[in-house]
Every structure is written in structure tokens, then in C-alpha cells.
């Protein structure tokens, strides 16, 4: 076994379910619709073009599809943010994410990467734009703005060839076509009002194109209301 390669140290899945208080005043409590409780899968999983087997997503405007199949978090992000949210229990599959991986972060993934993983061929499609379900799963108001503004937001992969994956397989890298456009590039990009390198980045082909729509708007020096999808219905008013 290399254990110089980046590895699936857990696979995640999960199916939308209630959650919340019936009747709840504080926002934080109300009750509310999500996968992001995902359980750990052993043995091994079919990977589709659209996720893995048994995963599910409650809101299929904004989550799922063949660009974000997969939805990848580095293990070691974990510690951080046992710190930061000053819970213990933060750990593997704590933000929905489907790989908890070894090896690697948002400063040394590029978007257009394309790895082999277990029967399966996947490629880095985009970064995760937080949203405010995780701040409601753990009730931090600002998490999902930290998740956003510290980088340590994850990344999807789209599936170029379907198969079998499950924990312990390698992330073997077998092409880089950009490797400037790292993932933390991209949220710099996105959210830093660097419109330049948001004008760059949106000329990558292997971006997916909501990200690339997004990034023609900040080079052009129009920026959307990031509001709902970092607070949502977590605050009132």
C-alpha cells in the first residue's frame, strides 16, 4: 500500500430528514430540511455520475447534480474547528461531506484535477460555497461566513467514469491541467472582490459553469446578496 498518496480515511452518506423543534422561537431550533447528517458506509460503494449510492440532498436547486457529485473535506480541518466551535464531537462527516480525505488541502487541490479512486474517475468541478445549514446543524450563527472566509470550505468533484469507491482507497492524481487554479485560488477569486483573477478563473473550461457565470458577474464588478445563503433562515427579519 503507498501511503504517500491521499487517501478516503471515511466515506459519508445520508438522506434528507426533519430536523428542529416544532415550535421553536430561537431560528437555530425551528424546524428544518437536510442530508448534511451523513453515517459512515463500510465496504464498498457504486459511484455514479449524480453521487454515491444511498446519498441524497434536500435541496436540489442549490445541491446535488453531476457537478456536485461528491462533496470531499480534508481531515485535517477537524481540529480547527473543534477550537473554533468549541465542540468535541466535530468530526468525521461534520459538515455533510461525503470523503473525509487525507493528504492535501484547498491550497494543493486545482480545479480540472482528475484522480483515480477505487473503479471510479472523478475531477475537481468547484469549491463548496458554504450555506447556512451547517451553522444550523452545530448552532453557530456565523459559521457558515467562518467556513467562507477562513478557506477551509471543501470541494466537489464531478464523475468522469463511474464505479465502485469506499474508505482506505488512494486518490491517485492522473491529470492537472491548471494548476494555478487551486481551490483556495477560487474562493479568493469568489469572495475577495479580485475581480482580475475572478476574469481569469472564469476562462476555465473545467469550472463548472454556475461558478464561471458567478465569476464573469465579480469581474465586471457586480456582486449578488450573499446573504441568503450564508444566514437563510437562521436570523429573523
Request: include cysteine; charge should be neutral; glycine fraction near 10%.
Amino acid at each position: 500500500m503507498d501511503t504517500e498518496l491521499p487517501r478516503i480515511l471515511s466515506l459519508h452518506v445520508g438522506l434528507p430528514r426533519e430536523l428542529g423543534t416544532p415550535g421553536a422561537v430561537a431560528p437555530l431550533e425551528r424546524p428544518w430540511t437536510s442530508a448534511i447528517h451523513k453515517e459512515p458506509v463500510e465496504g464498498r460503494v457504486w459511484l455514479s455520475r449524480t453521487g454515491l449510492a444511498g446519498d441524497g440532498q434536500a435541496d436540489l436547486r442549490v445541491h446535488g447534480g453531476v457537478e456536485k457529485a461528491v462533496l470531499a473535506y480534508p481531515a485535517s480541518h477537524q481540529a480547527f474547528w473543534r477550537v473554533q466551535l468549541a465542540r468535541e464531537d466535530v468530526g468525521p462527516g461534520a459538515f455533510g461531506e461525503n470523503w473525509v480525505v487525507s493528504g492535501g488541502a484547498e491550497d494543493s487541490v486545482c480545479i480540472g484535477d482528475v484522480l483515480r479512486v477505487g473503479g471510479a474517475r472523478v475531477q475537481v468541478s468547484q469549491p463548496r460555497q458554504p450555506c447556512w445549514k451547517p451553522a444550523r446543524r452545530w448552532r453557530h450563527q456565523e459559521l457558515a461566513m467562518l467556513l467562507q472566509r477562513t478557506g477551509r470550505t471543501g470541494w466537489y468533484y464531478r464523475v468522469l467514469e463511474e464505479g465502485e469507491v469506499q474508505a482506505g482507497d488512494a486518490l491517485e492524481l492522473l491529470e492537472r491541467p491548471f494548476p494555478v487554479f487551486t481551490v483556495a485560488f477560487a474562493n479568493r477569486a469568489m469572495h475577495e472582490h479580485r475581480r482580475e483573477d475572478a476574469a481569469a478563473l472564469a476562462e476555465c473550461p473545467l469550472l463548472a459553469p454556475g461558478w464561471r457565470e458567478s465569476l464573469r458577474r465579480r469581474a465586471q464588478g457586480t456582486r449578488g446578496d450573499d446573504q441568503p445563503r450564508l444566514v437563510g433562515p437562521n436570523k429573523d427579519g
